[in-house]
């Protein structure tokens, strides 16, 4: 009987403490709340944050180029990159809207480095000419970016912090020519599948304009890519 | 319903009520960091797959978004401003200060990373807030740290190499283990991830996999992830 009246002691304890928790938890689905430091004012969240205009409520595309290039400012803008237009209204891209493309990308400024690198996806996923490989090259020949404040400043900011988290910022310092250097190896690729042979050769010239890159692991990437070619 | 049932069903509660905090932000946050963040890991939250690696499950259970979400939502409570040490630092935890805090520097919006590479040091970091496992302190570098040609591993943009510093792990389940094991598997097996998240998951998670040095611990993530290359 003891052991029983324990029992039922610790159930309701136990269950006290379920309803306690039960009332303070925030809802899981709820938006992040806002502590307020010392001395300052309170500020709540008044709704999810969201980017502006939401894909699948974007109105259709008419294919024109001027219409494709507006919509890769509006997805940069967001820095979506899971956008489903991406792979939707800019997966096939004809050659007015590549010229664009690539009009883009030079006038972004050099630490525009996802920016860049989403250009050279898009086009590299529509390798169809001369003027798309020697666009290829002449991104795998870019001076290095030194700093991801300015690609032409020095590393004098670094500090110990950064050997920590410094892989990463590694590869985005390279990273239109690492994504150039992906999109060049599945182009071969298929090319020895069967599809799109002709341009086989133009592939491997243009990939081997990573060997005159100043950026060692670009250089590394390409030798490996073109070892692996070469078997 | 019986006692031994009600009991169960009490344990279940408590245990149920006492995860799923969100985090909270600190009112210094300016609001296009907050929008990012919240932006990105909203993004996480809908990742679907059907597919995920053993050491995936041992980490992180499946490839699903909820799965993130929690992994994250139950290692962070907060999120501030710290220059993390001043450079190049885009987030960083402070484990003597608190331990499960995340702090953003300027960094996170003003440096133009890929999203997913945003959301690798997020969740690196949030691996560092693991005071059960001492946070996952990083291993010294071995001297000479060398890649695979023999070549000494440097930095890109310092030159300065890495030999001997705090700066790699010796388990798969560190922080580097644990975030390129997470986007490889985002890169193998996201069922609705775009085709450029999916190649950017798989460029910086064959660059963190560097920063694993233990013989045993690459083993194990070859044999996980990069079933065709030994």
């Known amino acids: 009987m003891n052991l029983k009246k324990a029992a039922a002691g610790a159930l309701v304890i136990s269950a006290a403490a379920a309803f306690f928790f039960l009332s303070r938890s925030p809802s899981r689905d709820s938006v992040p709340e806002i502590s307020s430091a010392p001395n300052s004012p309170e500020i709540q969240i008044a709704e999810n944050v969201m980017p502006a205009v939401s894909p699948s409520t974007a109105p259709p595309l008419n294919g024109d180029a001027k219409s494709k290039a507006a919509l890769l400012d509006q997805i940069l803008a967001s820095r979506n990159d899971n956008d489903p237009r991406?792979?939707?209204?800019?997966?096939?891209?004809?050659?007015?809207?590549?010229?664009?493309?690539?009009?883009?990308?030079?006038?972004?400024?050099?630490?525009?480095?996802?920016?860049?690198?989403?250009?050279?996806?898009?086009?590299?996923?529509?390798?169809t000419g001369e003027r798309d490989f020697s666009f290829f090259c002449d991104v795998l020949r870019e001076a290095p970016c030194f700093s991801l404040s300015d690609c032409r400043g020095n590393s004098g900011s670094v500090t110990k912090e950064?050997?920590?988290?410094?892989?990463?910022?590694?590869?985005?310092?390279?990273?239109?020519?690492?994504?150039?250097?992906?999109?060049?190896?599945?182009?071969?690729?298929?090319?020895?599948?069967?599809?799109?042979?002709?341009?086989?050769?133009?592939?491997?010239?243009?990939?081997?304009?990573?060997?005159?890159?100043?950026?060692?692991?670009?250089?590394?990437?390409?030798?490996?890519?073109?070892?692996?070619?070469?078997? | 319903m019986n006692l031994k049932n009600f009991s169960l069903a009490l344990v279940v509660s408590i245990l149920s009520a006492s995860t799923g905090w969100a985090y909270k932000f600190d009112s210094n946050v300016p609001e296009q960091i907050r929008t990012q963040f919240v932006n990105d890991l909203a993004f996480v939250n809908t990742i679907e797959s059907q597919q995920s690696s053993a050491l995936h499950q041992e980490i992180f259970g499946t490839v699903s978004g909820p799965n993130y979400t929690r992994f994250f939502e139950t290692r962070v409570t907060g999120v501030g401003?710290?220059?993390?040490?001043?450079?190049?630092?885009?987030?960083?935890?402070?484990?003597?200060?608190?331990?499960?805090?995340?702090?953003?520097?300027?960094?996170?919006?003003?440096?133009?990373?890929?999203?997913?590479?945003?959301?690798?040091?997020?969740?690196?970091?949030?691996?560092?807030?693991?005071?059960?496992?001492?946070?996952?302190?990083?291993?010294?570098?071995?001297?000479?740290?060398?890649?695979?040609?023999?070549?000494?591993?440097?930095?890109?943009?310092?030159?300065?190499?890495?030999?001997?510093?705090?700066?790699?792990?010796?388990?798969?389940?560190?922080?580097?283990?644990?975030?390129?094991?997470?986007?490889?598997?985002?890169?193998?097996?996201?069922?609705?991830?775009?085709?450029?998240?999916?190649?950017?998951?798989?460029?910086?998670?064959?660059?963190?996999?560097?920063?694993?040095?233990?013989?045993?611990?690459?083993?194990?993530?070859?044999?996980?992830?990069?079933?065709?290359?030994?």
Request: charged share 25%; with cysteine; proline share 3%.
């Open chain 1, 86 to 127: 991406l792979d939707r209204e800019l997966k096939i891209l004809d050659d007015a809207t590549k010229d664009l493309f690539r009009e883009k990308y030079n006038s972004l400024a050099p630490e525009k480095r996802n920016e860049r690198g989403t250009i050279v996806f898009l086009i590299g996923r529509n390798l």
């Open chain 1, 162 to 231: 950064d050997y920590h988290h410094e892989s990463g910022e590694d590869v985005t310092l390279a990273y239109p020519q690492y994504v150039a250097l992906s999109m060049l190896g599945k182009f071969l690729q298929s090319s020895a599948s069967g599809g799109r042979s002709g341009l086989s050769e133009t592939a491997v010239k243009t990939l081997r304009c990573g060997q005159d890159s100043r950026v060692e692991a670009v250089l590394e990437k390409t030798n490996a890519l073109l070892k692996g070619i070469s078997r």
């Open chain 2, 81 to 230: 401003m710290n220059s993390c040490g001043g450079g190049n630092a885009v987030a960083c935890v402070i484990p003597f200060y608190d331990s499960s805090k995340m702090w953003l520097t300027q960094n996170f919006v003003k440096f133009s990373h890929p999203q997913i590479a945003r959301l690798m040091v997020v969740f690196h970091e949030a691996r560092h807030t693991e005071r059960r496992n001492s946070n996952f302190p990083h291993a010294n570098c071995p001297v000479p740290f060398r890649d695979a040609d023999g070549k000494d591993m440097k930095s890109i943009w310092t030159g300065a190499e890495l030999a001997g510093e705090p700066a790699c792990d010796r388990t798969p389940y560190g922080s580097y283990g644990s975030s390129m094991i997470m986007l490889k598997n985002i890169q193998k097996f996201c069922s609705n991830c775009s085709e450029k998240v999916r190649m950017d998951a798989g460029i910086y998670a064959d660059d963190q996999f560097k920063r694993v040095i233990d013989a045993r611990a690459i083993d194990a993530i070859k044999r996980d992830l990069y079933a065709s290359i030994r």
